[in-house]
């Protein structure tokens, strides 16, 4: 997994050297390990991820062969932290039961007003009744940005059509799902920010540092 995963990362195959680290790195808990898969993380989008990594290799990179790229691993926090953007979610009149999703990550009440960091790109939105979703939508977060989310959520005894909206890239929703959705939508659209979309290089890391000495 080692080797295959230097191989992966020294072609550009940044997504297959990250399923060798991660898998090496469940196998055998090597510093140096986590510190290839924290740059893989960040060559293939996953910001917030490969941020933790680079923290968690600082915490125990003190000795050894470790020790030898702990100032990579500095800098290249360093350089990460500005790049993650943050997201902020409000729905008010979110029911007892209700369940709030980013893509498939349940998201905690107590993070509803309260900016969080999320990894650069599209990513969708839903409120989960029961089985049932009742609220779906699709906003885009550029590198480095902040976005605001209000969801206006339909009351308990209320049974509308689930309307899916997609927000573009500049926080408005596209012309012919506007269109589709008209006034009867009952939704507050994302707070515009007018952040540019980014190039896809922008969301990857410039030439990550790997260790090479992994025995």
Same mark, same amino acid.
Request: with cysteine; hydrophobic share 45%; proline share 6%.
């Given at each position: 997994?080692?080797?295959?995963?230097?191989?992966?990362?020294?072609?550009?195959?940044?997504?297959?050297?990250?399923?060798?680290?991660?898998?090496?790195?469940?196998?055998?808990?090597?510093?140096?390990?986590?510190?290839?898969?924290?740059?893989?993380?960040?060559?293939?989008?996953?910001?917030?991820?490969?941020?933790?990594?680079?923290?968690?290799?600082?915490?125990?990179?003190?000795?050894?062969?470790?020790?030898?790229?702990?100032?990579?691993?500095?800098?290249?926090?360093?350089?990460?932290?500005? &790049?993650?953007?943050?997201?902020?979610?409000?729905?008010?009149?979110?029911?007892?039961?209700?369940? +709030?999703?980013?893509?498939?990550?349940?998201?905690?009440?107590?993070?509803?007003?309260?900016?969080?960091?999320?990894?650069?790109?599209?990513?969708?939105?839903?409120? +989960?009744?029961?089985?049932?979703?009742?609220?779906?939508?699709?906003?885009?977060?550029?590198?480095?940005?902040? &976005?605001?989310?209000?969801?206006?959520?339909?009351?308990?005894?209320?049974?509308?059509?689930?309307?899916? &909206?997609?927000?573009?890239?500049?926080?408005?929703?596209?012309?012919?799902?506007?269109?589709?959705?008209?006034?009867?939508?009952?939704?507050?659209?994302?707070?515009? +920010?007018?952040?540019?979309?980014?190039?896809?290089?922008?969301?990857?890391?410039?030439?990550?540092?790997?260790?090479?000495?992994?025995?």
């Amino acid at each position: 997994c080692l080797c295959s995963g230097l191989a992966h990362a020294e072609a550009g195959r940044w997504a297959s050297a990250r399923v060798d680290f991660e898998r090496s790195y469940r196998l055998a808990r090597v510093p140096v390990t986590l510190f290839n898969l924290a740059g893989a993380q960040a060559e293939t989008g996953a910001l917030v991820a490969a941020a933790e990594s680079y923290r968690s290799f600082l915490q125990v990179a003190n000795e050894g062969r470790a020790a030898r790229y702990r100032r990579a691993a500095e800098q290249a926090l360093a350089d990460l932290e500005p &790049r993650i953007p943050s997201l902020r979610i409000e729905a008010p009149g979110l029911a007892e039961g209700d369940v +709030l999703r980013i893509d498939d990550d349940v998201v905690s009440r107590a993070a509803l007003g309260v900016a969080f960091r999320v990894d650069p790109g599209e990513h969708r939105v839903e409120i +989960l009744r029961g089985e049932r979703s009742v609220v779906r939508e699709t906003l885009y977060v550029a590198a480095g940005g902040e &976005r605001a989310l209000t969801l206006v959520v339909p009351s308990l005894d209320t049974r509308p059509e689930v309307v899916a &909206r997609d927000h573009g890239h500049d926080g408005e929703p596209e012309p012919e799902v506007r269109d589709r959705l008209g006034d009867a939508a009952g939704l507050v659209p994302v707070v515009p +920010l007018r952040l540019p979309r980014p190039d896809l290089a922008e969301a990857a890391a410039a030439g990550a540092v790997l260790a090479t000495d992994e025995e």
